[in-house]
T-cell receptor, first 110, second 115 residues
Framework: GQNIDQPTEMTATEGAIVQINCTYQ??????LFWYQQHAGEAPTFLSY????GLEEKGRFSSFLSRSKGYSYLLLKELQMKDSASYLC???????????FGPGTRLSVLP | GAVVSQHPSWVICKSGTSVKIECRSL??????MFWYRQFPKQSLMLMAT?????????EQGVEKDKFLINHASLTLSTLTVTSAHPEDSSFYIC???????????FGSGTRLTVV
């Protein structure tokens, strides 16, 4: 089966660092993706991990441990505009299908 | 980069009528497109996988006679919500993938309100 877990909500302060965790149990694995979604808008791609380790992209970093079925998204120097939902998604072995986690709603406070 | 255009952005319709949503890949050929539905404060739920030139594959619990999907060309997939009811009010998003890109490219979404 497919199961992806993320915290439902998180709150952080402007300028701080926040880590959003994602655990997954899927029947196949061909990459883990993080998307940002503002209310009423479509998701936008943030990062992609297929091998273990940390991928850094500006203020955003994503980490993957395939043996633990675990990933996190790290957001540094938080800005008010980072208030959004963050979706973790796993691509299956076929490379075609994505399974999305429930999303984490992040609120950045001044 | 890969762009997916979705139209309309929002639509209000009367209960019992049908609504068509279009999803186009603008600068690439999308052999596979996906249709999602998203209720407020919930994640994306896959409704169906649309393959060019063949019947769509629907997820369990999605009525294929109610949500008609057509993928007649490599750049266009349509979702028609037939005999819409207020409970069909939702945010519908399409996405496409092709071998040259790693992730999904999403359309801008369609906010459907059935009154």
């Amino acid at each position: 089966g497919q199961n992806i877990d993320q915290p439902t909500e998180m709150t952080a302060t402007e300028g701080a660092i926040v880590q959003i965790n994602c655990t997954y149990q899927t029947s196949g694995f061909n990459g883990l993706f993080w998307y940002q979604q503002h209310a009423g808008e479509a998701p936008t791609f943030l990062s992609y991990n297929v091998l273990d380790g940390l991928e850094e992209k500006g203020r955003f970093s994503s980490f993957l441990s395939r043996s633990k079925g675990y990933s996190y998204l790290l957001l540094k120097e938080l800005q008010m505009k980072d208030s959004a939902s963050y979706l973790c998604a796993v691509r299956d072995r076929s490379g075609q299908n994505f399974v999305f986690g429930p999303g984490t709603r992040l609120s950045v406070l001044p | 980069g890969a762009v997916v255009s979705q139209h309309p952005s929002w639509v209000i319709c009367k209960s019992g009528t049908s609504v068509k949503i279009e999803c186009r890949s603008l600068d690439f050929q999308a052999t596979t497109m996906f249709w999602y539905r998203q209720f407020p404060k919930q994640s994306l739920m896959l409704m169906a996988t649309s393959n060019e030139g063949s019947k769509a594959t629907y997820e369990q619990g999605v009525e294929k006679d109610k949500f008609l999907i057509n993928h007649a060309s490599l750049t266009l997939s349509t979702l028609t919500v037939t005999s819409a009811h207020p409970e069909d009010s939702s945010f519908y998003i399409c996405s496409a993938t092709w071998p040259q890109i790693d992730g999904y490219t999403f359309g801008s979404g369609t906010r459907l309100t059935v009154v």
